[in-house]
């Protein structure tokens, strides 16, 4: 559905975007959350200029994060630890670091999980904001998961979030 503001003067180009994969398991041959998410980017016209795996650790998260804005990211997606089992930090990671949380964007993720798994949805902490003039955002390590909030939410607002960023 296009809105009547869908392609405004905030509107971008192509964003230079860093994927990360949040896990403890996952290798670069099994990582099909991860494979997913850039496919998405790629195909709607994204540049995809890092992808890397880093362990459920708060401070390897962060680091990775930092390093993709660092490499000229405007957009950077974790995928993964965004549950509530012991080892899931990815929410305490990101919302740690943000300058602005996007609290729509979990809530919209979780309404929209809501008609796929129902009350299940709950236990997702999805979550979005900004930092460096950049978004931030960490979707669960689902692959289901993940193509949701790319095609329902990431991909139809990157654009117009980038340019609102950059002023």
Do not use: C
């Amino acid at each position: 559905m296009t809105h009547p503001n869908h392609h405004d003067q905030k509107d971008t180009g192509p964003l230079r975007v860093a994927v990360i994969t949040v896990s403890d398991t996952r290798t670069v041959e099994d990582d099909k959350s991860g494979a997913v998410a850039s496919e998405l980017l790629r195909a709607a016209g994204h540049d995809v200029i890092s992808h890397v795996i880093v362990r459920d650790e708060r401070d390897a998260i962060v680091t990775a994060i930092r390093a993709g804005l660092s490499a000229g990211a405007s957009l950077v997606v974790t995928n993964g630890g965004t549950g509530i089992a012991s080892r899931d930090v990815t929410y305490e990671a990101v919302s740690g670091i943000l300058e602005k949380t996007l609290d729509g964007f979990g809530e919209a993720f979780r309404r929209l999980s809501w008609d796929e798994i129902g009350p299940r949805a709950m236990l997702s902490r999805a979550i979005a904001g900004t930092l460096e003039r950049s978004l931030v955002v960490a979707l669960p390590g689902s692959t289901k998961g993940v193509r949701l909030g790319m095609e329902q939410l990431v991909i139809p607002i990157a654009r117009h979030a980038a340019g609102l960023l950059r002023g």
